[in-house]
């Protein structure tokens, strides 16, 4: 098919593009009424951000839509945006960045594929089926040539696939690993049946843990679809408010954000609250995946011993073993998640640089990190709290 023939055009808004046409590229799967594999990437999650004003002017995320049309029928979609800092995006080029302006040069605008503020692994490049090949390649040949021509220093893909990471570097855009950690489901019955599989010392510490926060003097629920209320949201927004003046200094979503996604995205969602005295205290909000579970925020505003832990990755653990979810992706960072059953996993991301001797310094210093991360992933499922027999099986 000759690649002339698609079109590609540039969104400034979602209100532009139907949410049948986006999803029919990002989400094909749930035409059969089920879930999602990326709830990030529907048009509902993305609208919400951007009707909510966490993206858009005065963020530094300001939209700019990709989309591919044949025939006159959008056969490709991605996210994209024009950011004027490199905060929210979890895979960090803050280095690169300085390195470029004392350099001279300005690294700011840069161009980005991605879900913003959102760590999790999904398609960045959102072909409908049948369109793969070409899709993929007028997606990342209009992004580049986008940057090129407006003199921007930079374009990012991150958290795509590994599939879109080996299809980018094909045509030359450079390829970055690092690692977060992940929950895997081996077929498990319970949690119980998880903790058979890790050795006697973790187990008998996870039970700890979960004795102590479980005694924290309340009831903690699961709530999703019908069972979430305006109020919930209402104590969440304070959780969340907390903690992101303690990681970020402001939050990056607003309070409207969640009003809107209770409207929108109710099913998508799992809020493990913990109420004290009928008074919430802590959650954890959780997006589900039609094979995963992806742990987002997590706040409080009293502190008890190991509650976190169970409110986070524990129950994580528990609903994505009731409902035969594959994985929990419990976000960014994090090493104390491996003691709880969370080991290292690759994540991967895309990066073209305009400026020739720069890509060749940002290319070698990829491929010395690709060596480190490696190592550390090996050293960590090394540590990990998998009984020896458990580990040499899924290695």
Not at 51 to 67: A, C, K
Not at 250 to 262: E, G, V
Request: charged share 20%; with cysteine; glycine share 10%.
């Amino acid at each position: 098919m000759d690649q002339a023939q698609i079109e590609v055009q540039i969104v400034p808004s979602l209100t532009g593009i139907a949410a049948a046409d986006w999803d029919a590229c990002a989400c094909p799967e749930s035409a059969d009424g089920g879930p999602p594999h990326d709830p990030f990437t529907t048009h509902r999650f993305l609208s919400a951000l951007e009707e909510s004003g966490s993206v858009g002017r005065g963020t530094g995320w300001q939209p700019q839509y990709l989309t591919a049309h044949l025939d006159g029928m959008m056969i490709a979609a991605a996210p994209m945006y024009v950011k004027s800092h490199s905060q929210g995006e979890y895979i960090f080029d803050h280095s690169w960045a300085h390195a470029y302006e004392r350099a001279g040069g300005h690294y700011y605008p840069k161009l980005q594929i991605t879900v913003p503020f959102t760590p999790a692994t999904g398609r960045r490049l959102l072909v409908r089926p049948g369109y793969e090949g070409i899709g993929q390649s007028a997606l990342i040949q209009g992004a580049v040539q986008l940057a090129a021509n407006n003199n921007v220093s930079s374009l990012h893909v991150t958290f795509c696939t590994e599939a879109e990471a080996e299809a980018g570097a094909e045509m030359g855009l450079m390829h970055r690993v690092s690692q977060q950690f992940h929950w895997v489901n081996d077929g498990y019955a319970d949690f119980d049946g998880f903790l058979a599989a890790l050795s006697s010392r973790k187990r008998k510490a996870i039970r700890k843990e979960r004795a102590q926060a479980q005694g924290f003097g309340g009831q903690i629920r699961e709530l999703t679809g019908g069972d979430l209320r305006p109020e919930h949201w209402d104590a969440f927004w304070r959780f969340y408010q907390d903690t992101g003046a303690r990681k970020w200094g402001s939050p990056y979503l607003t309070r409207a954000f969640f009003d809107i996604a209770h409207q929108t995205m109710a099913d998508d969602m799992v809020l493990v609250l913990a109420e004290r005295d009928g008074i919430p205290v802590a959650g954890a909000l959780n997006f589900i995946g039609r094979e995963a579970l992806f742990g987002r925020y997590w706040g409080c505003v009293e502190h008890h011993p190991c509650l976190h832990f169970e409110l986070c990755y524990y129950r994580a653990i528990d609903w994505a073993i009731a409902h035969g979810l594959a994985r929990v992706e419990a976000g960014a960072q994090g090493e104390h998640k491996l003691a709880r059953g969370y080991l290292p996993a690759v994540t991967h991301s895309l990066h073209w640089i305009g400026d020739p001797g720069f890509a060749d310094a940002v290319a070698r210093y990829l491929e010395a990190e690709r060596a480190a991360v490696d190592e550390e992933i090996e050293i960590l499922t090394d540590y990990g709290p998998f009984r020896r027999a458990q580990v040499e099986e899924r290695e």
